[in-house]
């Protein structure tokens, strides 16, 4: 009886420990994503404007919430109507560095004087906000 006792013992310890090497902390398991949408820049005519355009809001690494996206501080009369949606998942550069654009924001820039403005692309999922900057030249020519 002892000896049965024992080894159930010993099986059941063997087992807590193949669970807690096969357990990854909560900390490993926290999403992980960047916001790659820096160095954009458009250009529009300051007469015109450029009523229907966009800029692309890339996300990588892994996250496990929706991460939506947008545009901010855009010149006066400009509007963003509406940014993607991004799914829970995982977006990571392929082997010739190249990343999948997985995030746009739909753009209205209104004609303004000529000039240099910095508006921000940004990325939320909920927890936490990522922005980059986007540089919307207004020239005479582009």
């Not at 954009?40 to 005519?45: F, K």
């Not at 990343?99 to 004609?111: E, Q, W």
Request: hydrophobic share 35%.
């Amino acid at each position: 009886m002892k000896a049965s006792r024992r080894g159930a013992g010993l099986l059941l310890g063997l087992v807590s420990a193949l669970t807690l090497v096969g357990t990854s902390p909560a900390s490993a398991s926290a999403s992980t994503w960047t916001l790659e949408a820096e160095g954009q820049r458009i250009c529009v005519r300051s007469s015109h404007g450029w009523p229907n355009t966009y800029a692309v809001a890339p996300v990588s690494g892994t996250w496990t919430s929706t991460i939506t996206t947008g545009v901010r501080d855009l010149p006066p009369g400009s509007s963003s109507m509406g940014g993607s949606t991004i799914a829970p998942g995982t977006n990571d550069r392929r082997p010739d560095g190249a990343l999948v654009i997985n995030g746009f924001v739909h753009l209205s820039i209104a004609p303004a004087p000529v000039g240099e403005y910095t508006a921000e692309i940004w990325a939320t999922d909920g927890k936490e906000t990522q922005t980059d900057p986007l540089l919307i030249v207004v020239r005479d020519r582009c």
